[in-house]
């Protein structure tokens, strides 16, 4: 009896060994996947409008039919409303830190990324946003800076990052100022994009190249830098062919990547996301959000070909807007008054060519083709005309451009007016400290369900990939030198 019962106990220990080993077996292929500014709100009211267009009531995001859901805090180590820099710091590293700090303590300590650690073990990495590359998302990532607004020097972090794949725009930080391609926001001559071709990579840069990259067929172990715009990539409801969507650059990223036999970590931002809910634009944050789903899919579809290698992870790392799905005493929703948008609140009616330049009826004829917003009632129209008013003097004061949030009166106007008729709202045109959605698949999905706090979200990608170790040998360091 007793021999019995030992040879269980040894069966069932060695099975425990085994399920444990299956169980913490790190995925050879993670998607981390942040849409930025992108709340509760924002991926339900892409949902509702995706039900509404194709008049299926069953239609899903990819990203909220995942099995492992979570809800996560935000704030940064010294505000309840956090900015991007702390926040991506927070899922990059694991740790809080101060608003507006890239990826260091706010004594200045600089902390390790989990990108950092994958390319110390081989692991093959990637950077795709649709916002500069040096924004704050992406720079948490492979950069480290006091100040996230010191863009030029995140850039030449970027050189010795060995990060493998970097798609997105703003080359202005990356060129000279006599370069050919455009306007450069640096203040030498030096030109970045050819000390990555130096090292290899295979540069992408201006619209022009555009096609070159959608070409390109990855053979072997490509390194490819790419940054197509000035500034930010276009905002998906005003982008046209001439540059790469946020799943096209994906797709690329994936195609290279998986090249790469030890696997890879790849980062994939929706940036505009946040830029239209500043500006409190419903139809340019719903178009971002379905084309941030879009990238989400391909990297659900590269899962069901690897089920047992691969990890998802949506995440955010704040809400802008205060994005309200409901306005006054409505109980209703109207998705349909946004089907007709053809250009965004947040771009063209701030600075391209929906902007107001004083020609009142030229402005009424083109929201009417561009936002369908025809018949204006009287409120609406008085609400227009008195932020016109405005525009129309030489400069309004400090207090009258509060209120518009520093955008142009008449574009927040007409924004507001497009929210209503869809019974929408806005509390603020910065972000705000309301939790955030997560959502994941794939291996070692579970360990980032439930309500967390983003930093816990950072640590368990620590975690799951087998860097645990590495964190808490950073967090003893860290707590020596502080004493």
């Not at 267009?53 to 995001?61: A, H, I, R, Y």
């Not at 072997?220 to 990539?233: I, L, N, P, W």
């Not at 879009?294 to 579809?301: H, I, N, R, T």
């Not at 070692?444 to 706090?453: L, P, Q």
Request: net charge neutral.
């Amino acid at each position: 009896m007793r021999k019995r019962f030992l040879k269980v106990s040894v069966y069932a220990l060695i099975l425990i060994f085994l399920m444990s080993g299956f169980a913490f077996a790190a995925p050879k292929y993670v998607f981390y996947l942040i849409g930025d500014g992108m709340g509760a709100s924002q991926r339900q009211a892409a949902e509702y409008y995706l039900q509404a267009k194709t008049g299926d009531k069953t239609k899903k995001l990819v990203m909220n039919q995942f099995p492992i859901a979570g809800v996560n805090t935000t704030h940064s180590a010294n505000s309840l409303v956090t900015d991007s820099a702390a926040a991506g710091t927070a899922l990059a590293t694991g740790y809080k830190t101060n608003s507006g700090i890239i990826a260091e303590l706010p004594d200045g300590r600089k902390l390790t990324s989990i990108i950092e650690l994958a390319e110390q073990h081989n692991i093959a990495t990637g950077l795709i946003t649709t916002t500069r590359l040096t924004h704050a998302t992406p720079a948490v990532f492979a950069a480290h800076n006091y100040d996230r607004n010191d863009e030029n020097a995140i850039a030449a972090d970027y050189l010795n990052s060995g990060v493998d794949f970097f798609a997105g725009g703003g080359y202005r930080h990356f060129i000279g100022q006599n370069s050919k391609v455009g306007k450069s926001k640096r203040k030498d001559e030096r030109d970045l994009t050819k000390e990555f071709a130096s090292q290899g990579y295979q540069t992408f840069i201006g619209e022009q190249s555009t096609k070159d990259f959608n070409n390109l067929t990855a053979q072997g172990k490509e390194k490819v830098f790419a940054a197509f715009t000035y500034s930010h990539m276009p905002y998906e409801l005003d982008r046209r062919s001439g540059v790469p969507s946020l799943a096209e650059m994906t797709a690329k990223g994936i195609e290279v990547l998986s090249q790469y036999e030890n696997g890879f970590f790849l980062m994939v931002e929706g940036g505009r996301i946040d830029h239209a809910c500043h500006a409190n634009d419903p139809a340019g944050a719903i178009h971002d959000t379905l084309a941030f789903d879009d990238s989400v899919k391909l990297a659900y579809e590269f899962y069901q070909k690897h089920p047992d290698q691969t990890l998802i992870v949506v995440a955010a790392d704040h809400e802008t807007g205060g994005y309200g799905l409901g306005f006054g005493k409505n109980y209703f929703l109207k998705f349909s008054n946004l089907f007709n948008v053809k250009v965004t609140t947040a771009d063209d009616l701030n600075y391209g060519k929906g902007k107001y330049n004083g020609d009142k009826a030229k402005f009424y004829q083109y929201i009417a083709k561009n936002l369908d917003l025809k018949d204006l009632t009287t409120a609406e129209k008085t609400k227009l005309e008195a932020a016109m008013a405005i525009d129309d003097q030489p400069a309004a004061d400090e207090a009258v451009q509060g209120i518009y949030g520093g955008y142009d009166p008449v574009a927040i106007a007409a924004t507001h007016i497009l929210s209503e008729r869809a019974n929408m709202y806005w509390t603020t045109y910065a972000h705000t400290g309301t939790a955030v959605p997560l959502s994941a698949i794939g291996v070692g999905a579970e360990n980032f369900g439930g309500f967390k706090d983003n930093t816990e979200i950072g640590q368990a990608m620590f975690k799951v990939m087998g860097y645990q170790v590495a964190f808490e040998q950073e967090l003893r360091k860290l707590k020596l030198a502080a004493n």
